[in-house]
């Protein structure tokens, strides 16, 4: 379903579907229709999304191993290098949560102790994460 806005006038806001490849996603039906426009945020508003990626746990933060997940590609993804509140899974458990911005130019998930230890994962390890909805 579309999102809309906050004015019961404005049209409902489909921005397609991201599908995370790598270092890259792409968006179905965006990718096309504006080509040669330059690159497009796939999700500038909350609605649904869809990207999956693999990725570490652990990101660098002035030296320090933090116990957080680096979103590839975020800022492109969303529009924006501020926080962003998501809803997805993290090796098929559920999680909401804020993505907070690295300060490097991108955005970084934070896992808890609490969800490492149901994973059964540790610092560096591999998980899989799939964002299906931002909400803001």
């Given at each position: 379903?579309c999102?809309?806005?906050?004015?019961?006038?404005?049209?409902?806001r489909?921005?397609?579907?991201?599908?995370?490849?790598?270092?890259?996603?792409?968006?179905?039906?965006?990718?096309s229709s504006?080509?040669?426009r330059?690159?497009?945020?796939?999700?500038?508003?909350a609605?649904?999304i869809?990207?999956?990626?693999?990725?570490?746990?652990g990101?660098?933060?002035?030296?320090?191993l933090?116990?957080?997940i680096e979103v590839?590609?975020?800022?492109e993804l969303f529009g924006?290098a501020?926080?962003?509140?998501?809803?997805?899974?993290?090796?098929d458990e559920?999680?909401?949560?804020?993505l907070?911005?690295t300060?490097?130019?991108?955005?970084?998930?934070?896992?808890?102790a609490?969800?490492?230890?149901?994973l059964?994962?540790?610092?560096?390890?591999?998980v899989?994460v799939?964002l299906s909805?931002?909400?803001t």
């Amino acid at each position: 379903m579309c999102s809309v806005g906050a004015r019961a006038t404005r049209a409902p806001r489909c921005l397609g579907v991201a599908v995370f490849s790598g270092a890259r996603y792409t968006s179905g039906e965006r990718a096309s229709s504006h080509r040669g426009r330059g690159a497009r945020p796939v999700s500038t508003s909350a609605g649904p999304i869809d990207v999956t990626f693999t990725a570490p746990i652990g990101v660098d933060v002035k030296g320090d191993l933090w116990s957080c997940i680096e979103v590839p590609g975020s800022v492109e993804l969303f529009g924006t290098a501020k926080a962003v509140k998501v809803v997805g899974t993290v090796d098929d458990e559920p999680v909401t949560a804020g993505l907070m911005p690295t300060g490097s130019g991108g955005h970084m998930l934070s896992v808890s102790a609490k969800l490492r230890k149901k994973l059964g994962k540790e610092l560096r390890d591999q998980v899989t994460v799939h964002l299906s909805e931002r909400l803001t």
